[in-house]
């Protein structure tokens, strides 16, 4: 990755828009800088100090990281090269520190300061008592311009991303059985992706299962995790692995028992609807909307259409869900390098229901996959 490359263009755009960007850690930083994130918490693991984590850009005069001392040392993120680096001690004033770099940007009293989407509000406070003037606007839709258009560095990256998601989930696979928990399922599926080299989950990995006796529950963790799957019933996976600071999205399906010709169908249409969505991912040729309306006739003319419940996709790299959005709202002409998902489902509450996620390419002809195991409907006796 040319991280040079890349903080040049952005202070250029920067320029014309504001004296001054903040990025904390995040999927921006590390796009620009390299410099990676961890794993996130339930709650917040706090540091003193910690609303200036991040990288200060003045167009023309440089760009400085700061850190408090636990993130630098304990975080391992002191050693940078290349980079101004600054580190709050415990015991030091963070606004001490910021004010000196704010005066070394020779920043006016009212400044343009463009702020990460991912800043704290504590960072907006801090800044306005050092500068009761500033007007805050976003530096994450700057960037953006860069993000949405993905390297064929960046593709080789997330391709691998996909390598490691699908051997998690092929030696996942035989460790199933009837009668397991959903959190037992979760549980194999999230380890076999560390044992395949992934830092972890690039978000919490979701089982969404439902059947003629096992009703779907969705934003229910708590309980659905604690049931047992006997047949018949569909399985219903999302997850995927995180590599480089990429983060990968899969789905399939699976069936405990033996399916009945419905699920097959409902499979067989899922199936069809990505396949027609992939097509459709012709660069300069259509819309995000289009895409969507593409893949979701099929599901229509099938008889299905309200149980297709969300967006055909999104964009995907750095973060898992980034703009523009595979969606009846969206109107973005799609250009070669940008990354989505291509994830079609059929939900039922009450009977069966089918999904399949992959990370799609858009190319002149159509979309690219990332992966491509599993095109048939898996079945556990």
Request: hydrophobic fraction near 40%; glycine fraction near 10%; aromatic fraction near 8%.
């Amino acid at each position: 990755m040319n991280y040079s490359e890349r903080l040049t263009l952005f202070e250029q755009d920067l320029a014309s828009r504001a004296e001054l960007a903040f990025l904390p850690i995040s999927a921006d930083l590390q796009y620009l800088t390299g410099v990676p994130r961890d794993l996130p918490t339930f709650g917040w693991t706090m540091h003193p100090g910690a609303w200036l984590e991040g990288l200060w850009v003045c167009p023309g005069k440089g760009s400085v990281l700061t850190l408090p001392r636990m993130t630098a040392e304990f975080g391992g993120l002191g050693n940078q090269p290349g980079m101004d680096l600054r580190v709050l001690g415990d015991h030091d004033d963070p606004s001490d520190l910021v004010a000196g770099i704010l005066d070394g940007f020779q920043l006016q009293s009212r400044p343009r300061i463009a702020t990460g989407d991912r800043a704290h509000a504590e960072t907006l406070f801090g800044l306005q008592a050092l500068r009761p003037g500033a007007q805050f606007q976003s530096a994450t839709e700057i960037l953006r311009r860069q993000r949405v258009i993905k390297g064929e560095d960046e593709i080789d990256v997330m391709r691998a991303a996909g390598a490691i998601t699908e051997a998690a989930f092929r030696d996942a696979i035989p460790k199933f059985r009837h009668g397991m928990t959903e959190q037992e399922i979760i549980s194999e599926v999230n380890f076999q992706l560390r044992r395949h080299g992934s830092l972890g989950e690039s978000f919490t990995s979701s089982l969404y299962n439902s059947g003629p006796d096992h009703p779907l529950l969705m934003g229910q963790r708590l309980k659905s995790m604690k049931r047992t799957l006997n047949p018949p019933v569909a399985l219903q996976f999302d997850f995927g692995a995180i590599l480089d600071g990429y983060c990968y999205d899969f789905g399939r399906t699976i069936s405990f028992g033996q399916p009945d010709d419905e699920f097959v169908r409902i499979h067989a249409l899922v199936m069809a609807s990505q396949a027609a969505g992939i097509a459709a991912l012709q660069a300069g040729v259509h819309t995000t909307a289009q895409t969507d309306a593409i893949a979701r006739q099929v599901i229509e003319e099938g008889g299905y259409g309200e149980a297709f419940r969300h967006r055909l996709g999104h964009a995907i790299g750095l973060d898992v869900h980034e703009p523009p959005f595979l969606t009846a709202s969206d109107q973005t002409l799609l250009q070669v390098g940008m990354l989505f998902t291509i994830e079609p489902s059929i939900m039922q509450f009450d009977s069966w229901s089918a999904r399949v996620e992959d990370v799609v390419v858009a190319r002149p002809g159509g979309g690219e996959k990332l992966t491509n195991s599993y095109q048939n409907l898996i079945v556990i006796d």
